[in-house]
């Protein structure tokens, strides 16, 4: 059983080195090690500096309040938008 | 004299006039021109920001601040109802909340001639989902009386295409628009010059919104005041009324009488 658990935890890592999570953010593909990444975490590593923006998640808007429960998967698409100039 | 009150979606402004936030030199030129022109709502669009850019970008919504202004986010560059529905869902979200929007749904990416069939659509989903629509649309009276049925807060007429300046090119339709509508009636696209506005104002229009006509402008700071000038002769020389035309005769302002032989 030891051996079994010890030999499973080192294939996981085995495995997320070398599948690394792929996501598109607006279309560009962004690859991650870790896999607990939420809303809020991806906020920090993409630097956005925007303080008025929303995040579509597969389609599906998330309200600031979910960002920690909602956390990525291999394949997500996320579209982050801010308000611009425009008539 | 009291001010006449222009009320949208419950709320009364002083301003007649609504502007836009594109095709400025920068942030500065935007903040500059708005508060030149007197405009309270200013129209804004929803786009992918930029990932991964430095931390002192600035962004738009610095330079109009919410306490000053009220935002309506528009639904530029959407062809179908349910990408316009797509982004004003997540216009609400960015802005915490925020109904009062622009629909606007395009035919056609050379003439940006809107898709009224679409447009129609979009806004009765819209109205259903609780926001405050004004609506871009063709000068088509009886598109304009339709979605004033459906529910839109205002309607919003174009005077020619957007960004080309031509001025108002069919003001009968807009007369019979205007006489028909029961919400504001605010001409949106193709503004030009000053005597535009003034004229949009003079036919009985609530209000005009624009952007290319002050941010093209050689001076758009001095454009931006004469378009608040504008706004505010033409509905003044509306509210006057104005005298009647008299074709092919003269009525002289001296007197015939007491001439002198």
Do not use: W
């Not at chain 1, 599906?60 to 982050?80: A, M, R, V």
């Not at chain 2, 960004?163 to 007369?175: A, Q, R, T, V």
């Amino acid at each position: 059983m030891l051996y079994d658990k010890a030999y499973s935890n080192k294939f996981k890592i085995f495995e997320y080195k070398n599948n690394p999570m792929k996501i598109y953010v607006n279309g560009q593909q962004k690859k991650f090690e870790a896999n607990e990444i939420c809303l809020t975490t991806l906020i920090e590593k993409l630097v956005l500096t925007e303080k008025k923006f929303a995040i579509e998640y597969n389609g599906e808007i998330i309200s600031k309040g979910n960002f920690p429960k909602t956390f990525l998967k291999d394949g997500d698409k996320l579209e982050i938008v801010v308000a611009v100039g425009g008539g | 004299m009291e001010k006449d009150k222009f009320l949208i979606a419950g709320k009364h402004y002083l301003s007649r006039l609504l502007v836009g936030t594109g095709k400025y030199k920068n942030f500065k030129e935007t903040q500059t021109a708005i508060e030149e022109s007197g405009a309270e709502i200013v129209t804004v669009a929803i786009r992918r920001t930029n990932i991964g850019q430095d931390v002192k970008q600035e962004s738009l919504l610095d330079f109009i601040p919410k306490e000053k202004y009220t935002y309506l986010p528009n639904t530029a560059g959407c062809y179908s109802k349910d990408e316009a529905l797509r982004t004003l869902r997540l216009a609400r979200e960015l802005l915490d909340g925020h109904t009062l929007v622009k629909l606007e749904v395009l035919g056609d990416p050379n003439t940006l001639y809107p898709n009224v069939v679409e447009t129609v659509e979009a806004a009765k989903t819209l109205v259903k989902e609780g926001f405050d629509v004004m609506v871009y649309t063709s000068d088509d009276p009886i598109i304009a009386k339709q979605l004033e049925d459906i529910g839109c807060c205002a309607i919003m007429p174009l005077a020619s295409l957007i960004g080309s300046g031509m001025g108002i090119l069919n003001p009968h339709n807009l007369e019979i628009i205007i006489d028909n509508a029961r919400v504001p009636i605010i001409v949106d696209a193709g503004v030009g010059t000053a005597s535009d506005a003034v004229i949009a104002m003079e036919l009985g229009c609530d209000g005009v919104l624009m952007n290319t006509a002050i941010a093209a402008a050689s001076n758009p700071i001095l454009m931006a005041s004469a378009m608040r000038k504008a706004i505010e002769s033409g509905r003044d020389a509306y509210l006057a009324g104005r005298m009647k035309k008299k074709f092919y005769q003269a009525d002289p302002s001296s007197p015939s009488s007491g001439l002198i032989k």
